[in-house]
């Protein structure tokens, strides 16, 4: 079974989510045969490489909300991803474009590093003091060799701005084509949807029903063709 997970670095429903989906993943009698990839969705497309502000400032001015308003909902989310067992700073973390993060993401997932490379981007991004984006290239190069990627490897994709830019718009463009207008969203099997940060119980459940309802193979032909199985290959007899 498949599960695609459309996220964005900067969201913090994202990270809790991970979390919350995972534990629930753990506990699946059949987890070992799930796989699990992570699709890119940016929360702030439009937003230049170079534009950082703070999380507290970007709250009040993207949503209208006052500085004591964003400052209660990050320490509520600070408690929500204490209860799932993460790290939060709810104050001191900035935001700015996730877009090349995106594209390393893509570029792990051909090293088979994608999920370690996300869970490390998210750790970053939600409770390290060092920024993800005032640091330049060289921090995310760095994290890259984290998750056990060649740094070359890593710094010649971000060098290159068309590197992987194109799978993350498809990615985008795949999640506006299948109604997802907020991260994090769960897709399993092509079959089901789960939108949002859902309690584990609820990833239990939809993982038990999105396996119980797969569709059995279907063969068109049930002949005696010639076939190689786990005795060797049948050689016909002149």
Known sequence: MKVEIWSDIACPWCYVGKARFEKALEAFPHRDQVEVVHRSFELDPGRAKGDVQSVI???TKKYGMSAAQAEAGEDNL???AASAG???RTRGRDHGSTFDMHRLLHF???RGRQDELIQILYKANFAEERSLFTEGDERLVELAVEAGLDAEDARKVLADPTAYADD???DEAEA???GANGVPFFVLDRKYGVSGAQPAEVFAQALTQAWGERSPLQLVDQGDADACG???CAVPQR
């Open 57 to 59: 400032s970007m709250l």
């Open 78 to 80: 600070g408690a929500q």
């Open 86 to 88: 993460l790290e939060y």
């Open 108 to 110: 792990a997932k051909t």
């Open 168 to 170: 993350v718009r498809a």
């Open 176 to 178: 506006a084509q299948l």
């Open 230 to 232: 786990p005795d060797g």
